[in-house]
């Protein structure tokens, strides 16, 4: 029996993301061959509607590009996305880079101009606050 790896749907290759689409990764993909791959999408499981204007962090709340704050979405989001993860005994996640949900070591500024700041999405802090190690598509080292 494989262990189980929470993964941020996006990743493979469901149209969950802000625009519709979605990030598919063939290395996280890969994975399943080591692991059980169990998708997680905080934004949708908060109820975000698919397509939706992007959003970012800006000091502790979510805003949307428009100025929508979505913060209780993305918190909502978050604790689904752990329940789903404990409950599935994942111990460790990949999820999408700069992401403001699942971003890990890294995610946009809140100013929508594509600017990095070290700070972790609401989904990835949460993750890590319960011993949750995070990966992002761009970190699979670890994990092969």
């Avoid at 996280?28 to 698919?50: F, M, T």
């Avoid at 949460?126 to 970190?139: A, D, H, M, P, W």
Wanted: charged share 25%.
């Amino acid at each position: 029996m494989k262990p189980k790896i929470a993964v941020s749907a996006c990743l493979m290759g469901i149209n969950c993301k802000y625009n519709g689409g979605n990030n598919y990764n063939q290395k996280v993909i890969d994975l399943s061959e080591k692991y059980e791959l169990v998708p997680i999408c905080p934004e949708q499981s908060g109820g975000l509607k698919i397509p939706r204007l992007p959003a970012e962090i800006k000091s502790d709340r979510v805003f949307l590009k428009d100025g929508t704050d979505v913060t209780e979405q993305f918190l909502k989001g978050a604790e689904i996305s752990l329940k789903t993860a404990l409950d599935n005994n994942c111990h460790k996640a990949v999820l999408k880079a700069r992401s403001p949900s699942c971003g890990s070591n890294g995610i946009y500024n809140g100013n929508f101009d594509k600017t990095v700041i070290m700070r972790d999405g609401i989904t990835a802090e949460l993750f890590k606050r319960n011993n949750i190690t995070v990966y992002t598509e761009e970190e699979l080292k670890g994990l092969l």
